[in-house]
Each structure stands twice: as C-alpha cells, then as structure tokens.
C-alpha cells in the first residue's frame, strides 16, 4: 500500500471506474421498444453521462481504503463503493438546481440541458441505485449488507440536515450563524458523505468489529472539515483560472462558509453591514467580488479558515496515529490516511 494518497487514488481509479461502469441501470421496459429507448433518453443515459464525468473518484476511492485499513481486501467494497458514487452524482445533481448553477464538471449542468423536472428524476434515479448496487451484490454477506444499508441511509440523513442549514439559512436571511453553527452544517452536509461514511462503509464491508469500524469516523469527520474548509478557501482566494467560471460564486449565492461567519463577527458594524449588503446582492461584478473578499479578510475570516484547517487536518492524523499505537490499523494505512488530510488542506483545486 503506497503512503502517497494521490498515488493510491491513481491506482484505485481503473476500478472503481469498472464496478461503475458495471453498475449501470438498464430500463425496466421490454428493449427495443419505443418506451425503452424513451427511458434511455430521459433517465438512464443522462446519468451515465454525468457519473462517467466524475473527476479523482475520491469518496468511492476512501471506501476502498477503509476496507484495506480495516485489514480487508478493497474488492469486497466495491458495491459501497459505487453507492457513495452515486450518492455524489444525486446530491450535485440537485445542488445545481438548488443553487441555480450553470456549469458543473465544465460542462452545463444537468438541469440546464435536460430541464428541471427531468433532471430531478435523474437524480432521483440515482439516489434509488445507491441502495440497489448494494442489495444486489451477491458477495457481500447478509449481515455486512445491512450494517452498509444503514450506514448509507445514515449518511444521506446527515447530508440533508447539513443542505437544509445551508438552504434554510440563504432562504431566511440569517446573518447571526456562529462559526459552531458552521461546523455542524458542515459536518453534516460535507464531512460525512465525503470522507467519515466513505471509511466507515469501506471497514463495515470488509467485515470489521464495530469498534475498529467506528475509529474511521473520526477521522473523516475531522478530514472532511478541513476538506470543505479549504474548498470555501479555493473558492475566494485560489487560483481564478483553475476555478472559472465558479470563482467567487460563494459570495454571489451569499453562502455562510467559515470565512464569511468569522468576519461578520470580527467587523465593526459599518464594514459588517456593507459586506452582508454585498452578500445580499447576488452580484458576479469582479470589482465588487474583490471588495467582498478585502472585507472578509479584514475581519480575520481567511486567516481563521487556514488555522482551523491545518487543525482539524492534524487532529485526523492523530487519529490515525493513534490507531497505529493501539495496533488496530497497519503503518502503511495509518500513513496513508495521514497523508490524505495532508492533500485536503494543501490541494488546489
């Protein structure tokens, strides 16, 4: 097991992208018939399209390596695997229609190409195979199935309190969210469908004790914090280029990331108000953009983001570390892990 995480997504991606490839849904309908290829048009090829344009495939790639740290053989995630796959595939599917994006993956987003009915159904399609790949998975033993089941549908629940925060919060015009009640939100919607079910799933598949099983979490609650922290910080202070057209675009659906609750409270009102009255307006105006970001960073919100990132990434490697020492995962998985927090909070893109 190589300790580089970027290495052990190269070489996990040939198979994960097989076992999706696998798992495509055929239509129910008679084939050949006029219904059939309607199906196809409307629902099936649609999702394959967008799962296929999936990019490192790191949430399925840390099942794998939850089942491998748990002393297991990756192969007998696989079906949890693609489940947390597409997972993804729903929930972004959705967020574009929530968030009225325009571009996902580089491409027009499916609600923008298909329409909004439409592409809700296929998102929809996708949230019923998360549960389909993984009952028909004829080599997963009964009792792992279901502890993986209900794992899965705890990860969707935590996931849609953490969205509706979000939502709810914009909807409502809350300005008043404290960095703690960031990080519930977050730990919700982020932190666990990305990195604490991935290695939770991965272990329960492999066939590991509670106990062992349960250590992941931790760890990828903290991973995933420091993961979602650092997307905010991309977002306003990475490289334009490498972001696009999503450059900034926190500030003009005026989300409550960690930057943005850490500098409401550190401004003095004057600054506060014109920086939520920016935030308000939905504007996409590079110069306004800018003056968004020079108040976020005057009240101390970037600078706060990168400390609290290398610390939820350094309490995960502790936790990895730790396991270690009790002999409950190998040397090679505990420096992989610690390695993959390295890469969430150093990455660029």
Not at 40 to 56: M, V
Not at 129 to 157: G, I, Q, S, Y
Request: hydrophobic share 45%; glycine share 8%.
């Amino acid at each position: 097991m190589t300790s580089s995480f970027v290495e052990y997504l190269k070489s996990r991606l040939p198979l994960v992208e097989k076992a999706l490839a696998a798992a495509a849904p055929a239509s129910l309908a008679k084939p050949g018939t006029r219904i059939a290829r309607d199906l196809e048009d409307y629902l099936y090829d649609p999702l394959a399209r967008f799962t296929a344009s999936g990019g490192k495939r790191v949430r399925p790639a840390l099942v794998l390596l939850g089942a491998e740290a748990a002393g297991g053989d990756g192969a007998q995630a696989l079906s949890a695997a693609v489940a947390v796959e597409l997972f993804q595939s729903a929930a972004l599917i959705h967020d574009d229609i929530a968030d009225e994006s325009e571009l996902r993956r580089g491409n027009p987003c499916v609600h923008c190409v298909e329409g909004t009915g439409v592409a809700i159904n296929i998102g929809d399609l996708a949230l019923t195979r998360v549960f389909e790949v993984v009952l028909d998975d004829a080599n997963l033993p009964a009792d792992r199935k279901l502890r993986v089941l209900k794992e899965l549908a705890r990860m969707e629940r935590h996931t849609l309190e953490g969205q509706a925060l979000d939502l709810g919060w914009a909807r409502d015009g809350h300005w008043d969210i404290t960095p703690e009640d960031y990080l519930y939100m977050v730990e919700g919607k982020t932190a666990w469908y990305t990195v604490a079910s991935p290695l939770y799933l991965g272990a329960l598949a492999a066939g590991a004790s509670e106990d062992t099983a349960r250590d992941f979490i931790e760890i990828g609650v903290h991973a995933g914090i420091a993961f979602q922290i650092q997307d905010d910080l991309l977002n306003l202070v990475g490289n334009a280029n490498a972001q696009g057209k999503d450059f900034r675009s926190d500030i003009t659906e005026g989300k409550r990331t960690l930057a943005v609750v850490s500098a409401l409270q550190g401004l003095n009102p004057p600054e506060r108000n014109e920086l939520i009255a920016l935030l308000r307006a939905g504007t996409k105006d590079p110069a306004e953009l800018e003056r968004a970001v020079k108040f976020i960073e005057l009240g101390g919100g970037i600078e706060h983001c990168y400390d609290l990132a290398a610390q939820e990434a350094a309490q995960a490697q502790q936790q990895a570390r730790d396991l270690v020492a009790q002999h409950h995962i190998a040397p090679e998985a505990g420096a992989l892990l610690c390695d993959m927090a390295d890469f969430f909070v150093n990455r660029s893109a």
